[in-house]
C-alpha cells in the first residue's frame, strides 16, 4: 500500500543529493518530502523540511502549484 510513497521518497532523496541539480528541483523535493511527513506524522522528517523550506517564504514551487507558505504551516502543526 505504501509502495508509491517509497519510491516517491527515494526520487526525493536522490534528487537532494544530486550535486548538479537545479534550486526549483531541489524545493519540489523538499516539498515531496514534506508532505510525506505530515501525511505520516513524522515530526523528525517534518523539522527538517520545515528548516529547509523556511528560507523560501513567500515563493511558491517550481511551477506554482504549492505555496511554500501553505507547506511550511502544515509542517509546523506536524
Not at 14 to 34: E, F, H, Q, T
Not at 42 to 63: F, P, V
Request: net charge negative.
Amino acid at each position: 500500500m505504501w509502495d508509491w510513497m517509497e519510491v516517491a521518497r527515494a526520487n526525493a532523496e536522490a534528487m537532494l543529493s544530486s550535486p548538479n541539480d537545479y534550486l526549483a528541483k531541489v524545493v519540489v523535493a523538499r516539498c515531496v518530502l514534506a508532505l510525506m511527513a505530515t501525511h505520516l506524522g513524522d515530526g523528525s522528517l517534518a523539522g527538517e523540511q520545515y528548516i529547509a523550506l523556511s528560507g523560501h517564504r513567500g515563493t511558491k514551487s517550481w511551477r506554482g502549484e504549492l505555496s511554500i507558505d501553505r507547506v511550511l504551516g502544515l509542517l509546523a502543526q506536524t
